[in-house]
């Protein structure tokens, strides 16, 4: 006889036990993004490399141009590309790192969508002026004179 599969009972303490008993102890390695049967297994972000604060998540990006390509009607060239990118991936494990998936995205969107579409999902980062060479920024006095 084979093993019996964990039944699920009642009782709050044992379906915590059971949950955690089907989740993976092992360090998390992997991650995935999926739409509908699409599935693309993406690299972990380096946690020493520095972060875009500016950039949309993967998520929201991925989400506003389905949404952008749906109403334009040109999902079957997004799913195309999605098809082209999983079956040429990154590394032999078959992952793909997120800036060539987020590339694969803005391209598509960009061959399909206005400008000004693309602008809503991929904003342009607003530079800030840099400060003219030898001025340092001016403090206030610590001590002000009441105005009279």
């Not at 989400?63 to 040429?88: D, F, N, R, S, Y």
């Amino acid at each position: 006889q084979g093993a019996v599969a964990p039944m699920l009972f009642a009782g709050r303490g044992t379906r915590r036990s059971l949950i955690a008993a089907m989740l993976n102890r092992g360090p998390s390695k992997w991650r995935e993004w999926r739409w509908g049967s699409y599935v693309v297994p993406l690299y972990l972000p380096d946690p020493k490399a520095p972060v875009d604060e500016t950039a949309k998540p993967l998520t929201e990006v991925a989400h506003m141009t389905i949404g952008a390509l749906k109403a334009k009607g040109a999902l079957p060239t997004l799913q195309q590309a999605i098809e082209g990118l999983v079956a040429q991936p990154d590394s032999p494990g078959g992952r793909i790192r997120e800036e060539r998936f987020r590339t694969v995205l803005k391209d598509v969107a960009a061959a399909a969508l206005e400008p000004e579409e693309l602008q809503q999902i991929w904003p342009v980062p607003q530079e800030e002026p840099a400060e003219a060479e030898g001025e340092k920024p001016r403090r206030k006095a610590s001590k002000q004179k009441p105005a009279k």
